[in-house]
């Protein structure tokens, strides 16, 4: 028998942009990203001694975070336009879809990590933030900490792909927050171990120089393959990657420069990350799932926002649980570990008004950036993500330290 759809589910479908299927995909892999975070945190708000000995090093953090999510989310996002396309087939051969997309995801996580040691150096000079550590310490730090999160989190993306064919889960409403959430438990510890060969007389530069060679070799290896997806991913990621990395290294820089009021409330540092992968996380959802219905033509790439009304919804509504697990995850991780707060009512407030701010900006972002890339015929995975999440992460930092300043607390 035919029952009516009581007001309560009515209202739930439309908050949830009228796929209730993929808002609840969604929370849940961003319920799962929070608890995730709190390693994230906890490393972060446990390493101010290595943070002290090694200026700079806060500044690295959240463009290093961000090679993760952005590298490994747009190969999410690739993977998930071929599920959709029915050219997926996981397998580990060299020249097939997964095998390409795998080697060049790890060819431009070391390429960036270089890049983004001289980003790092250059950005700190630029902008006065003195002592910074040497060069060959930043190159060491970025590329080893990159390298050992990279084979991690690019496991964790096959094995979410391969799953979303088994299960039949859509890759669009997972991938963002989970490969996200991996790269930041990863990441952060793999720097701390990058950070253990910082500063040896001998060992460091050996260290900074192969990896600077080896860096040049997989760039004229992936440019110049005969593989067809290897070039073509290669020459369109990097540009609007290294631009990315700028971007972060920026957001870095405001980090660095309000180091001393992080310290004073550690509750913050263990926020950061989760606070950030939040805004990523949905700003990668909904990037990936306007990809693909331009790829499928389902919707145009329109200058005015048309027939995404739905998408935008699901992202607010997401908003409002997943900042609230960001602050709920955040001072758990300081009774854990019994680190300075600053009241949850404070922390609560500032972390929802700075996730409103930072979702604000993601509709606008993820729309814009996806849209363009597939009017001026560039693919829309390659770009939208790693454009949305950078983006994010200043405007991220931005919405969180005045979300602070508007509660009192800095």
């Known amino acids: 028998m035919y029952r009516t759809p009581s007001s309560t589910s009515r209202v739930f479908t439309a908050l949830a942009g009228g796929d209730t299927v993929a ?87 070391l390429v960036l990590s270089v890049l983004l040691a001289f980003l790092a150096k250059a950005v700190a000079i630029i902008f006065s933030v003195s002592p910074t550590m040497s060069l060959a310490d930043f190159m060491v730090i970025s590329t080893v900490g990159g390298l050992l999160a990279s084979f991690v989190v690019l496991a964790i993306a096959l094995l979410l792909a391969g799953g979303s064919v088994r299960h039949g889960w859509d890759l669009d409403n997972v991938v963002a927050p989970l490969v996200n959430a991996v790269g930041d438990l990863v990441s952060l510890p793999a720097l701390v171990i990058g950070a253990q060969l910082a500063g040896l007389d001998v060992v460091t530069p050996v260290v900074a120089l192969a990896m600077v060679v080896a860096a040049v070799a997989v760039t004229l290896w992936a440019v110049g393959s005969s593989l067809d997806l290897v070039p073509v991913i290669m020459r369109e990621s990097l540009p609007v990657l290294v631009m990315a990395g700028i971007v972060d290294l920026v957001a870095g820089i405001m980090v660095e420069k309000r180091l001393e009021s992080l310290l004073q409330y550690p509750v913050l540092l263990i926020l950061l990350p989760g606070f950030l992968n939040k ?132």
């Open 279 to 410: 805004a990523g996380s949905l700003g990668g959802v909904l990037s990936s799932r306007l990809s693909t219905k331009f790829h499928l033509g389902l919707r145009s790439p329109d200058a005015l926002p048309h027939g995404v009304g739905s998408d935008f919804a699901m992202a607010f509504s997401l908003a409002v649980p997943v900042f609230l697990a960001a602050a709920l995850t955040a001072q758990l991780g300081a009774v854990i570990t019994g680190v300075t707060g600053m009241g949850f009512l404070s922390l609560l407030a500032a972390t929802l008004l700075g996730g409103l701010i930072a979702t604000v900006c993601l509709v606008v972002v993820a729309y814009y950036s996806t849209a363009f890339a597939v009017r001026f015929g560039l693919d829309p995975d390659t770009y939208g993500i790693p454009i949305v999440a950078s983006t994010l992460d200043l405007v991220g930092v931005f919405a969180l330290i005045l979300a602070l300043a508007a509660v009192g607390v800095i």
């Open 23 to 109: 808002y609840h995909d969604s929370l849940v892999a961003m319920l799962l990203a929070s608890v995730a975070s709190i390693v994230s945190g906890i490393t972060l708000a446990s390493i101010t001694g290595t943070l002290e000995d090694l200026p700079g090093l806060l500044l690295l953090v959240p463009a290093a975070l961000a090679v993760k999510g952005n590298v490994y989310g747009a190969l999410g996002s690739r993977l998930g336009t071929s599920i959709h396309t029915g050219t997926f087939r996981l397998t580990a051969r060299l020249d097939s879809v997964v095998g390409q997309n795998a080697a060049v995801a790890l060819a431009l996580s």
